[in-house]
């Protein structure tokens, strides 16, 4: 693309030059893989039988190979409200199959675990976790080797990322990304946090938080939040996994019906043996990795990503670093101003333009690759286009080339903040994330004293104390992969965001995760290394001075820590099946290379 930021060139050559040789064992494995699998042929009568015994009427057309079959990986379950339409899809999606000689199959479900319900508790120790578990349970069903195409069902926040890294394992087959739309808009979220933080003060009883929770989180559908799990949905955009403006239709509505049908159309032909090849190997390349990160910089989406998006690269072969999101934060402007960064929900930023706007802002702008092979037919192109319904047929329009509300949507040229706001802070306390694009510019600098903590709880204990009401970096360490599966700090926004309320510099420094959610207080999050691995936060002591800047990425301790012992960490507890992660626990990566034990072990 002649117009191509040359920053955003730059780090992509530097991503390719480090992943050549990753990235050329990969594409060796997938080619081997689709000379190997690319049939059914090569299964005994014995395993095909298996294969299709309860097919119905599906039977004959998948013995015979008389066209594709379809492989769906879904991560259904009715008490996650963003995955309950899916019940109903596959029963649809073999009737889509068929009308274009194709057929389908559920090859495996996966699991779907919702961070709002376990969050500050100890099933979110299970959270991070529940990626690769995801990746895995993907592969399972793909090995079967039944399959020309994968069908991927799965919206939240490790969900996506679990799918993807699964399915690039077998990515010399096609794969489309099919969501199922936001919930409808609650309460404001401006309401909410007000209710969340009376609550933390006691103002409020617990009646009257739920009472707000169920006007917010209230019928099936995504959370409306920009948090992870719609990062995730712009994100297959960007990546070209999506059929075009599908992210945030909402569920249970003629165009999400048609827009479903349409992917198991295209993906009947873009098989290996279809009018029109596009494995998923070839989709998710370099520019891709690169698409996807300008799409969450410049749409302020989620931190959590910080780590997914370098897992998700190295299931493909790429080699992605901090240092790549934070060249790129650097030249790619804040153009969407989504809760928590405004006030906006997604469906408010859906009707001001959306994600077609975003990428059609990037791609004029030459801030995003248009040059990439998508499943849809015209490239990223397309996807700076919007479905809609022309007498009952799904059609696609141009997007409107001005933004239907400037407090949400915003051109390149007129941008909300001049950077993407993912920061890279580090120093002699590691590397870590610092989302400048919720905070205040004039909070982007704090130095102050430390108050340590080994868990949240303790946090909560001593801001309802009376013990945090001043001038505070508060540091939560021991949090990390390798302590205890890196749950998301979440509950901490409400007391620290009280605290800044009251006047007191107020910021979070810690090896945990927070999310999408993380709201207005400044934090230096995912430090790495991690306390337990040998981090400088074992070393600190409370009253230690600190300085935290996204100005100038500094994340260092003013205090001298020569000569100290390391904290110890307590001890993994049993219960709500943790102990069956411990081998998670133990052989993870680091956060910045995704946080994954399963990825380190395999050598990718």
Not at 31 to 49: I, P, Q, V
Not at 130 to 155: E, K, N, P, Y
């Amino acid at each position: 693309m002649s117009n191509l930021n040359p920053e955003v060139a730059r780090v992509t050559e530097r991503i390719a030059a480090k992943s050549r040789d990753s990235r050329a064992r990969y594409l060796d494995l997938m080619a081997r893989e689709g000379d190997k699998h690319g049939s059914r042929d090569f299964l005994s009568c014995s395993n095909l039988a298996h294969g299709f015994a309860a097919a119905l009427e599906d039977k004959d057309s998948i013995a015979t190979g008389r066209g594709p079959n379809i492989g769906i990986v879904t991560a259904y379950n009715d008490m996650l409200s963003a995955h309950q339409p899916y019940g109903r899809y596959p029963e649809q999606m073999k009737l889509y199959a068929r009308e274009v000689g194709a057929t389908a199959q559920v090859a495996g479900g996966v699991p779907a675990m919702c961070d709002g319900v376990t969050q500050g508790f100890d099933g979110m120790e299970l959270s991070l976790f529940s990626r690769d578990t995801i990746a895995m349970s993907t592969a399972v069903a793909m090995s079967h080797a039944m399959f020309d195409g994968m069908a991927l069902l799965g919206i939240c926040d490790k969900i996506v990322p679990g799918l993807m890294i699964g399915a690039l394992r077998f990515g010399h087959l096609p794969a489309v990304f099919i969501p199922s739309g936001p919930m409808p808009s609650g309460i404001s979220n401006k309401e909410k946090q007000k209710t969340r933080q009376l609550y933390a003060e006691g103002k409020v009883g617990r009646a009257e938080l739920l009472a707000s929770e169920s006007a917010s989180y209230h019928s099936p559908g995504t959370c409306t939040f920009y948090g992870t799990a719609n990062s995730n949905q712009m994100m297959m955009e960007l990546m070209g996994l999506h059929m075009p403006g599908a992210a945030f239709v909402p569920p249970n509505t003629p165009l999400r019906q048609a827009l479903t049908r349409a992917a198991v159309h295209r993906l009947a032909q873009i098989g290996r043996n279809g009018p029109d090849p596009r494995p998923m190997a070839q989709v998710v390349d370099e520019k891709a990795i690169v698409n996807a990160c300008v799409g969450l910089l410049a749409t302020g989406g989620s931190t959590n990503h910080a780590i997914h998006l370098p897992a998700m690269a190295r299931a493909a072969g790429i080699q992605l670093d901090w240092e790549d999101l934070d060249e790129l934060s650097a030249v790619v402007p804040l153009i969407a101003h989504v809760y928590p960064n405004g006030a906006a929900d997604v469906n408010h930023f859906h009707a001001a333009g959306g994600i077609g706007y975003v990428i059609g802002e990037l791609l004029g702008a030459g801030l995003a690759h248009a040059d990439v092979l998508t499943v849809a037919e015209g490239g990223m192109g397309d996807y700076a286009r919007e479905p809609w319904l022309e007498s009952e047929a799904l059609a696609w329009r141009d997007t409107p080339k001005t933004s239907g509300d400037a407090s949400i949507l915003r051109p390149v040229s007129d941008p909300f903040l001049a950077d993407g706001g993912m920061r890279l802070v580090q120093g002699n306390l590691g590397r870590g994330t610092f989302k400048t694009s919720a905070v205040d510019p004039a909070r982007w600098t704090i130095e102050a004293p430390v108050r340590v903590f080994d868990t949240q709880e303790g946090v909560t204990e001593a801001f309802k104390a009376g013990e945090l009401d001043r001038d505070v970096i508060v540091v939560v360490r021991f949090q990390g992969p390798r302590a205890n599966g890196m749950p998301e700090l979440h509950k901490l926004t409400p007391p620290l965001g009280v605290l800044q309320d009251r006047g007191h510099k107020v910021a979070l420094v810690t090896d945990g995760r927070m999310s999408g959610a993380s709201g207005k207080v400044p934090a230096a999050i995912h430090i790495t290394p991690e306390a337990l691995n040998g981090g400088a936060l074992a070393l600190l002591q409370d009253g230690d001075l600190v300085r935290l800047s996204a100005e100038d990425g500094t994340l260092e301790v003013l205090s001298d820590l020569s000569g100290r012992t390391p904290a110890q960490c307590h001890e993994a507890t049993a219960g709500m099946g943790r102990e069956l992660f411990a081998v998670f626990r133990h052989m993870a990566g680091g956060a910045e290379q995704g946080g994954s034990a399963m990825l380190e072990l395999a050598g990718l």
